[in-house]
């Protein structure tokens, strides 16, 4: 829904200092988060683990997996459903706004200047990509937990203690590598006799992980409580495109929108599955290169640090197919991550898109006059 490093070269990676003090705050956020609600790095939500029993929590870890699916790239204006609420980000700030259980609208404002404009190593082509990533699940940790204490008072009160959280991220994450790395390879080794074919071997795998990924969608589309965050999710991109369309922004004009956004952070999740089976079929190739053979723990421990680059060359493409809006080839190329919005995104009643539309005009602050009336082409912050 996120880029996960610790083997081999990636390890150097992240210990640069850019990145010590950011992955310290982020984890530490993880650890704050309430079980159905987490959202791991991989995307997958971690839940309380008050019996310590893995099947009871099993079902309330991949809850949270949705939370991801909801974010997007940055872009002049993005954001992410929340709970019972939703975040915008527009350059400079962010806002989020949450309905508490009385009805009442809470603002929560910062100002935000991204690593990728400040700093000219992380401009750079992927680079930035794997910066975007890893700032906007800062961001979307930050604002889930606060929309956590705003909407659900009583889980504020009673957080999980620290060895269960540490139990449920591990577990979550382990999860995740068996869902989307462990399982699509196994299952294409033991089916076909092709390992050796890199290009074919992973076309399969591919296949068969983005397979996992649908019916996973669909599987958490059927609880109440992801249901009503989707609808969320569908106010946050009306009002996204009501604002890019330069009519005045209220809730009339927004409902008359699509809820499904090319940049929404499906269609991202869904162009980093199609860009993996490139990625993994050339780092297969040249192990068969230089070894004469590949194996299944070969390819584990080749892919998993691989994961970033990923990340970086799909963000590279979602810039692109947001420019080339009207290249058949890249519209055919978004195609699929708007299909599967229709899952992740539902229709939103009028609050919702109050809620959204009161996000965007707090994120803006002073300056929402004079940004809104104009026409704003897609183009990333």
Request: aromatic share 12%; net charge positive.
């Amino acid at each position: 829904m996120a880029p996960q490093t610790g083997l081999s070269g990636w390890s150097h990676f992240f210990a640069h200092e850019t990145f010590e003090n950011p992955l310290k705050n982020l984890m530490h956020k993880l650890t704050r988060v309430p079980a159905r609600l987490r959202c791991a790095f991989v995307g997958l939500a971690a839940d309380k683990l008050k019996s310590l029993s893995l099947f009871s929590s099993h079902i309330k870890f991949i809850k949270g997996f949705a939370l991801l699916t909801l974010m997007k790239p940055s872009i002049l204006v993005g954001g992410q459903a929340v709970i019972e609420g939703v975040m915008m980000r527009v350059p400079g700030a962010y806002a989020t706004a949450v309905r508490d259980p009385e009805g009442n609208i809470h603002i929560d404002k910062h100002g935000f200047t991204s690593r990728v404009e400040s700093s000219a190593f992380w401009k750079k082509p992927i680079l930035r990509g794997i910066m975007a990533l890893f700032e906007s699940m800062k961001m979307g940790m930050s604002t889930l937990q606060w929309s956590v204490d705003i909407a659900m008072p009583e889980e504020a009160e009673n957080p999980p203690g620290k060895l269960t959280n540490f139990f449920s991220m591990l577990f979550a994450i382990g999860l995740a590598i068996i869902m989307f790395i462990v399982a699509p390879l196994w299952i294409t080794t033991w089916l076909l006799d092709i390992e050796r074919e890199a290009l074919f071997f992973n076309l399969v795998a591919g296949c068969f992980r983005i397979s996992f990924f649908i019916l996973y969608l669909l599987a958490i589309s059927m609880m109440k409580d992801i249901k009503r965050l989707f609808c969320y999710h569908g106010a946050e991109h009306r009002v996204v495109f009501n604002f890019e369309s330069g009519k005045t922004v209220n809730i009339e004009n927004a409902q008359s929108f699509p809820t499904h956004h090319p940049r929404c952070g499906t269609s991202f999740l869904f162009i980093v599955l199609l860009s993996a089976i490139l990625v993994f079929a050339l780092i297969d190739t040249i192990i068969i290169a230089i070894l004469g053979k590949i194996t299944i723990l070969y390819r584990i421990a080749f892919h998993l640090p691989l994961i970033p680059l990923v990340a970086g060359i799909s963000y590279e493409i979602i810039k692109i197919t947001a420019k080339k809006d009207k290249n058949l080839f890249f519209r055919a190329l978004r195609t699929p991550g708007l299909w599967l919005q229709r899952i992740t995104t539902q229709p939103p009643d009028d609050e919702m898109v109050d809620v959204a539309i009161t996000a965007l005009k707090n994120a803006f602050g002073d300056k929402y006059d004079e940004m809104t009336g104009k026409k704003y082409t897609a183009e990333a912050i």
